[in-house]
């Protein structure tokens, strides 16, 4: 009897100094959070309308929240003008939809800080019109755009400008290139509430330093040498597309998307010169572009052990729980190539 009841006491004492150290470390007994990374996707095609399979795809991987390009920011005739906005064919209200704002660099390089204002309320504006327009509850506003030295201090002022006029409450990200996270001291952090590190187009399109200017693990490595952290909660975005870069002469003069190296492998009308390089020996319209003979094309895409070797590159850098990945993109062509419990083990690595 007596040695029972020192059992049960020592037990509850056991239990008492768990959840003592469970709450230390910021994670209750009974109710704690979930620490697991978040997945998630960009949507970047021009049509808001997730097919079956993509929706089938969200529902397996249980995705709360989807990053959706409303639409870009240019500079045109002289002045900063919002261009190709979203068409809208479906709303999946069961998603947090998280809009993302592609700006581009000579953008911010040509508009005069004078200007930064009316268009950090041009810009505010039109995401509030669509988010109002379908129904939207905003929580999140992303801004993508590759700011260098030069530039971004005017991106941060239209950053600091878009807090003002976009509804109170909403948290802004922004998106971070490796160069950006490489030399921070130089290129400054942008003033928003967390980043995403896009993890591809790593490389020059033209070959000159790469094979794959998709995911080049090398160049990577070199980027986050010394690199231990970053002043904003950092999330991680991976490549899941490919594409074929046509060269002509000295220039790229073609990208086709979702070309697989075996339609290229089971033409005549190329002929193979490396693992994922061919010429086109034969001068024809493919996919709606017309080559000429003589023309250099290579074969870009990424591999999960790819996508493995980076999650495993990135999961060092992760300084908040839980973490997001987002694949770039969600497209038919592009999740074929995983299954979702590839996805799922992908996300784990964080």
């Known amino acids: 009897m007596l040695s029972n009841f020192k059992k049960i006491c020592v037990h509850r004492f056991l239990w008492v100094m768990l959840c003592l150290w469970w709450s230390v470390g910021g994670v209750g007994c009974d109710n704690q959070p979930n620490r697991s990374p978040e997945i998630s996707f960009y949507h970047w095609k021009t049509t808001f309308q997730p097919s079956e399979k993509a929706q089938q795809y969200l529902k397996k991987l249980q995705v709360k929240r989807l990053y959706v390009r409303f639409f870009d920011v240019d500079w045109r005739e002289g002045q900063a003008v919002p261009v190709a906005d979203l068409m809208w064919k479906d709303t999946l209200s069961a998603y947090t939809i998280i809009p993302v704002v592609f700006i581009t660099n000579r953008t911010i390089k040509s508009i005069e800080e004078k200007e930064i204002p009316m268009l950090a309320q041009q810009i505010a504006k039109r995401i509030r019109k669509q988010a109002e327009r379908h129904q939207l509850s905003l929580e999140e506003v992303q801004f993508d755009c590759d700011w260098s030295e030069t530039t971004g201090e005017k991106f941060f002022t239209l950053l600091k400008q878009l807090r003002i006029y976009l509804p109170e409450g909403i948290a802004l990200s922004a998106t971070i290139r490796l160069h950006q996270l490489k030399y921070t001291y130089q290129t400054g952090v942008p003033p928003v509430d967390r980043g995403v590190l896009m993890f591809y187009n790593m490389g020059n399109l033209d070959g000159s330093n790469t094979q794959n200017s998709i995911l080049d693990l090398d160049i990577a490595a070199a980027y986050l040498k010394g690199?231990?952290?970053?002043?904003?909660?950092?999330?991680?975005?991976?490549?899941?597309?490919?594409?074929?870069?046509?060269k002509r002469r000295t220039r790229i003069v073609h990208l086709i998307n979702d070309v697989a190296l075996a339609t290229l492998a089971n033409s005549k009308n190329f002929q193979q010169t490396g693992a994922r390089q061919f010429t086109v020996s034969k001068s024809h319209y493919f996919r709606s572009v017309y080559l000429y003979k003589g023309d250099e094309l290579r074969v870009e895409g990424v591999s999960l052990v790819q996508l493995q070797k980076a999650a495993e590159m990135l999961a060092p850098l992760v300084n908040h729980t839980p973490p997001r990945v987002i694949f770039y993109h969600l497209e038919n062509t592009h999740l074929k190539q995983f299954t979702p419990?590839?996805?799922?083990?992908?996300v784990e690595v964080f």
């Open 227 to 246: 690199v231990t952290t970053y002043p904003l909660p950092l999330d991680f975005a991976l490549p899941i597309y490919q594409w074929l870069v046509v």
């Open 341 to 346: 419990n590839e996805f799922q083990k992908l």
